[in-house]
């Protein structure tokens, strides 16, 4: 219409749109498109760098802006939607417009599994996605892991080098089509394809196979886990002797007929993030799945791929109600790697690295752009924590409160992870693993370039652990950056405040296998007055002797024999370390004046109490000692067993009692976790009392003991205390890099730390 002829009508305004957070990715543009549309608006919508634009123009302007508000797109995350006033313009239609590029302020989504809507197309013959193996919607499939930079398009993921077919074209670009610019589209006439069939994969579990299958973050190891013969099988390919494996099965029904679940459990195992979900087996599997605990890691089918390796195993029953039966399958999906190496994620590295361990390698040619392992999660007192936090939960950002200078935390050399910050946010990394090995390394180095990219984060300042012999640190060191080395229990206490934005002073009771002290002495069994950038550590647990360094966490019968040393019980040594002949002639230099290192480390002292109690003379992965040492208590009491000198918690008397009586297995469990617990609040309680702090954050590894959390809770509230405890990141070291951004940040912000420095 020419210029001079067109009218605005009365009851039109324009609005204009920027919408921040998780809003690339997860399908808003279609929904804008179709809101848009029912509300007989005009205008655009498109991704940039900053997240998505849109502006609308017509009477129902603002109804647009409040139903966005009250139902965005399921799988968005928005942190801010900030809307101007525009100049009306001459009306036309509603268009995606192409995303503009530019320094990235956005964020991508995190990756979530297959929905319901593309499982009915795959199940059903009619369709071109039936039995195919990555079917994806705008609403479900993988992110984060086949993003390579933003803004989200296809030829920025690695789905770029399938081209569409002319099918998959026309849901493209159909507005009312639940693949409208759903960038990983495919099907079986233009995706990629599987190796083998999924008849080959079924034959291969059934028969005791071990399958290495791809997911969406790395490769699967794969075995029929009631499979007595095939899990121990799979235990010695991958050298794997004792720590648990996970276990995934099709659906909640078939999961409660392996573990018991209360409502958060069960909420969480459904969570379309699929975390996998500690809770109490029942029984039904392989005795060696998760020899000596009580609980299992259950996790319910996410990709497509799982649920037709499922259906063929099932026997590849008809209608959709068998998704929902409960089933007698049960699977090991257990991260496929090495002793200890980074997961496999590349298709010719699981040919070399994974061909000794599989009897059959799934493979496709969608490229995983980074590898992120499943989360793992366990309800402690009544809410969910994090012991991995990994697929389906990065890149979610934590808010710190405040913006700053960008921080690169290199966290530390056990469970490592990277914190990378922008503004107000932290962004904390996938699980990394133990830096002891190149592989690892190599991973550590592609998860912040990968990171980095993404997000468009040049970093400022960096922060890393006070310990000089990590490797963690060394490359903070080397980098460049002005570093703030924090101490390791002050960043397990300013992980948990960043986390519930607590400000001002809180008392920190940090429980773990051990971190290099101010002092140069391991710490591991800390209270810490904080309030950043300020601390003080106030109190300790009473020192233990650490007979052989390192090898004490391997062996915890060195802490038995240091246990008995600080009792002047040595004479018991030969009785109760019969077994480990080394015990004599540690005992023996004890008694000759050979001293050791003293160590206030709540992780030797469970293997301390652990070794004493009959249960450990050789540790095969970390924490087994004291994660099985609490499978075996049923319960906790009221208890006496310990004493207070001098600001140190000394459970000196618990020893004694189990001595004394002959205590072993879960009675010896239940008299130390009493004496703990009871001891430690009785100490955080007489110290919280004389610094006038009500609020006590708890971090540290010892914070995954589910007994030992949810007795503190309870115990703190008795005394009018709030308890604060890791629930967004891990509490053992995996939480590490969090709390040494935030407190660097803190640092930066008091003047401590300079660009210059």
């Given amino acids: 219409m020419p210029a001079a002829l067109w009218q605005p009508r009365s009851d039109d305004r324009r609005l204009r749109l920027r919408v921040r957070g998780v809003v690339q990715g997860v399908g808003f543009r279609p929904f804008a498109f179709g809101l848009a549309s029912r509300l007989d608006l005009s205008g655009f919508v498109r991704n940039d760098s900053e997240g998505v634009l849109i502006e609308v123009q017509g009477a129902h302007a603002d109804a647009f802006v409040s139903e966005l508000r009250r139902a965005p797109p399921p799988l968005s995350r928005i942190a801010a939607i900030e809307v101007s006033e525009m100049p009306v313009a001459e009306r036309g239609s509603f268009a995606i417009e192409e995303s503009r590029p530019g320094r990235a302020r956005t964020r991508i989504g995190a990756d979530v599994s297959v929905?319901?809507?593309?499982?009915?197309?795959?199940?059903?013959?009619?369709?071109r996605f039936y039995k195919y193996p990555l079917v994806t919607c705008v609403h479900c499939g993988p992110r984060y892991t086949l993003t390579r930079a933003l803004p989200y398009d296809r030829a920025q993921?690695?789905?770029?080098?399938?081209?569409?077919?002319?099918?998959?074209?026309?849901?493209?670009?159909?507005?009312?089509?639940?693949?409208?610019?759903?960038?990983?589209?495919a099907c079986r006439e233009c995706g990629p394809r599987l190796n083998v069939e999924i008849a080959e994969i079924a034959d291969c579990l059934r028969g005791g196979g071990v399958v290495a299958m791809k997911g969406l973050g790395g490769f699967h190891l794969m075995c029929d886990a009631r499979n007595d013969a095939a899990v121990a099988e799979l235990r010695r390919r991958?050298?794997?002797?004792?720590?648990?494996?996970?276990?995934?099965?099709?659906?909640?029904?078939?999961?409660?007929?392996?573990?018991?679940f209360g409502a958060e459990e069960r909420d969480w195992l459904q969570k379309r993030e699929r975390p996998i979900v500690v809770a109490?087996?029942?029984?039904?599997l392989a005795r060696n799945v998760a020899p000596n605990l009580?609980?299992?890691?259950?996790?319910l089918a996410y990709t497509p791929l799982h649920w037709l390796t499922l259906h063929a195993l099932a026997g590849e029953p008809v209608g959709p109600e068998w998704r929902n039966a409960a089933l007698d399958i049960a699977l090991v999906a257990t991260s496929a790697n090495v002793g200890g190496e980074p997961l496999v994620a590349d298709d010719e590295d699981a040919r070399r690295r994974l061909g000794p361990i599989a009897d059959l390698i799934v493979t496709h040619g969608r490229a995983i752009v980074v590898r992120a392992d499943d989360s793992v999660v366990r309800v402690v007192d009544g809410a969910p924590a994090f012991l991995r936090r990994a697929r389906g939960f990065v890149p979610e950002p934590i808010d710190l409160g405040e913006d700053g200078p960008s921080i690169l935390a290199f966290g530390a050399d056990l469970k490592n992870t990277i914190t990378l910050t922008r503004g107000r946010e932290a962004f904390v990394s996938q699980?990394?693993?133990?830096?002891?090995?190149r592989e690892t390394l190599r991973f550590r180095a592609e998860t912040v370039r990968?990171?980095?990219?993404?997000?468009?984060?040049?970093?400022?300042?960096?922060?890393?652990?006070?310990?000089?012999?990590?490797?963690?640190?060394?490359?903070?060191?080397?980098?460049?950056?002005p570093c703030a080395q924090v101490q390791h229990h002050v960043a397990h206490i300013a992980a948990v405040a960043a986390e519930h934005g607590l400000r001002g002073p809180v008392l920190g009771v940090a429980l773990d296998g051990q971190g290099h002290g101010d002092?140069?002495?391991?710490?591991?069994?800390?209270?810490?007055?904080?309030?950043a950038p300020a601390w003080r550590r106030v109190g300790s647990l009473e020192p233990l002797a650490l007979p052989g360094g390192d090898r004490a966490a391997r062996e915890p019968w060195r802490m038995g024999v240091a246990l008995l040393q600080r009792l002047g019980r040595l004479g018991e040594v030969e009785r109760l370390f019969a077994e480990a002949p080394q015990a004599s002639r540690l005992a023996k230099a004890m008694e000759n004046g050979v001293s050791f290192s003293r160590t206030t480390s709540a992780g030797r002292l469970f293997d301390a109490f652990a070794a004493i109690s009959g249960l450990y003379r050789e540790q095969r992965y970390e924490g087994q000692a004291a994660m099985e040492f609490e499978a075996l208590a049923l319960d906790v009491d009221a208890s006496t067993d310990w004493k207070i000198v001098d600001g140190r918690l000394d459970l000196a008397p618990a020893a004694e009692t189990i001595l004394r009586d002959r205590l072993f297995g879960a009675e010896a469990s239940e008299c130390f976790h009493s004496a703990l617990i009871s001891g430690l609040v009785a100490w955080i309680a007489e110290s919280a009392k004389a610094l006038d702090v009500r609020r006590i954050a708890l971090g540290g590894g010892c914070m995954m003991n589910a007994l030992l959390c949810a007795g503190l809770a309870r115990g703190l509230r008795a005394r009018g205390l709030e308890s604060y405890f890791a629930r967004v990141v891990p509490a053992n070291d995996g939480g590490l890099s969090l709390g040494q951004a935030a407190f660097a940040l803190a640092q930066i912000r008091a003047g401590f730390l300079h660009e210059e420095t």
């Fill in 280 to 284: 109490r087996a029942k029984g039904g």
């Fill in 238 to 260: 991958k050298a794997r002797e004792a720590k648990p494996f996970a276990v995934m099965v099709a659906n909640l029904a078939s999961a409660e007929r392996l573990a018991s």
């Fill in 294 to 299: 009580r609980d299992i890691g259950l996790m």
């Fill in 157 to 185: 993921t690695s789905m770029a080098p399938f081209p569409m077919c002319a099918a998959c074209a026309r849901d493209y670009a159909d507005p009312a089509n639940r693949r409208f610019h759903a960038e990983p589209i």
């Fill in 431 to 437: 699980h990394i693993g133990d830096l002891d090995d």
């Fill in 115 to 127: 929905c319901e809507d593309c499982l009915n197309e795959m199940f059903d013959p009619r369709t």
């Fill in 450 to 481: 990968h990171l980095s990219d993404i997000l468009a984060i040049e970093p400022e300042f960096s922060a890393c652990d006070l310990h000089p012999d990590f490797q963690s640190t060394r490359a903070a060191l080397e980098g460049g950056l």
């Fill in 519 to 531: 002092d140069g002495a391991p710490w591991g069994g800390e209270l810490i007055y904080y309030d």
